[in-house]
């Protein structure tokens, strides 16, 4: 029996890569999306011959070889099987699509890549997932380094829980000046190969706390309890640390297709022959403590880990809007954490969410208000 595997933004960085993957392995692709870029999306419906091709955004497309808007993907979901659901774009508007799968769908098994829609859905989100008799894949590197872990475990047994970052390009710069960083130096990352969005993120920090949310509500684990080192190679992606003095490391490769590919386990991307050689690379389990002070998020550190779920989101939303902001140039790149607490206190309203459709309300009510921030 073939595999009904769904892919949302497969034209983007990670979606283009596991496209090539399933192409390449002869498996299956029933749904392919994109929201505008409709080009690639031809390209890929061509090369995997999949009949259902969907462009979201109804103004971008006008032709007649693709279907065209969100009505298209919603009646997809209500009557086609899916087993796998990958959401490999970005926006907290996807929780909606989620939303649809756990109402319709059983045994699927739904594959995220997207932060804005794990840390707008929060605890919520997830246990509605598996209330529903489906199942959740992060696919993060850092969260799917824990992920048959911390599922199998007590987590009363866990003191600490550490995600890993690079430093991405500025951590090591000696003479790093926030105020004169560029777009392309800011979305340069040493090791990873992302979106500009991600890219920037991980530049000044912010998306390292944003999977620390993501990581709280993933395994119902408190955020207090969560923390940070910097690991240069990205092959080590998280620490545990026990109450009884355990430590576990949990590390593979960078490489997403690792995650993507993970439940194909007869198609193993890493060959017998490379494991020595991948333990042995040299500085692969340096950690260090994160206390750059030049970075400008080192002085909300530990506040930000304190954030309950609502603030969470108006955090998430701020930092999105920002970072478009730097891109268009309207502000510079040292602007994008002042504007984030410039205003987070007063667009925060603690809020606890008793449906997914309250937390869209709740974000979208969020989205007009903070487009209009002078």
């Known amino acids: 029996m073939k595999l009904k595997i769904a892919i949302l933004g497969s034209t983007g960085v990670l979606g283009d890569k596991f496209v090539n993957y399933l192409c390449k392995n002869n498996i299956n692709i029933s749904l392919l999306t994109c929201f505008n870029n409709y080009k690639k999306l031809l390209v890929q419906q061509k090369r995997t011959k999949c009949k259902n091709s969907i462009v979201l955004n109804p103004h971008s497309y006008q032709g007649n070889l693709l279907k065209v808007g969100e009505e ?35 045994n699927c098994c739904i594959a995220i890549a997207n932060k804005e829609v794990l840390i707008a859905g929060g605890n919520l989100l997830v246990n509605k997932i598996y209330d529903s008799k489906n199942s959740i894949l992060p696919l993060d590197s850092e969260h799917f380094s824990l992920y048959e872990y911390l599922s199998n475990q007590s987590l009363n047994n866990i003191e600490k ?30 090791i990873w190969k992302m979106g500009s969005k991600n890219s920037i993120d991980s530049s000044n920090l912010i998306n390292k706390f944003l999977e620390c949310f993501e990581l709280s509500s993933l395994f119902r684990f408190p955020l207090n309890k969560i923390d940070i080192l910097i690991s240069p190679k990205a ?55 994160f206390d750059n002070k030049n970075f400008q998020i080192f002085k909300y550190y530990k506040n930000i880990l304190k954030f309950n779920h609502s603030k969470q989101i108006v955090f998430m939303m701020l930092n999105a809007e920002a970072v478009n902001r730097f891109t268009k140039n309207e502000i ?3 602007q994008i954490i002042p504007f984030i607490f410039k205003y987070i206190d007063n667009l925060h309203v603690n809020k606890v969410f008793k449906t997914l459709y309250d937390i869209l309300k709740y974000t979208n009510m969020l989205s007009v208000k903070i487009k209009n921030l002078q």
């Open 161 to 190: 829980i550490f995600l890993t970052a690079t430093g991405g390009p500025f951590y090591f710069k000696k003479n790093f000046k926030p105020k004169k960083i560029t777009f392309n130096q800011a979305t340069y990352h040493p």
């Open 72 to 106: 298209e993907l919603v009646n997809y979901i209500k009557n086609n099987k899916i087993d796998f659901f990958y959401v490999l774009n970005t926006g907290f508007q996807s929780l909606k699509f989620i939303h649809l799968i756990i109402k319709n769908q059983k």
């Open 332 to 334: 510079t790149y040292d």
């Open 235 to 289: 092959f080590a992606h998280s620490l545990v640390f026990y109450k009884d003095h355990r430590i576990s490391i949990n590390c593979f490769k960078n490489d997403m297709l690792i995650p993507l590919t993970s439940p194909f386990s007869f198609n193993n991307i890493l060959k017998n022959s490379d494991y020595i050689d991948t333990l042995n690379y040299s500085g692969q389990f340096k950690f260090m403590k």
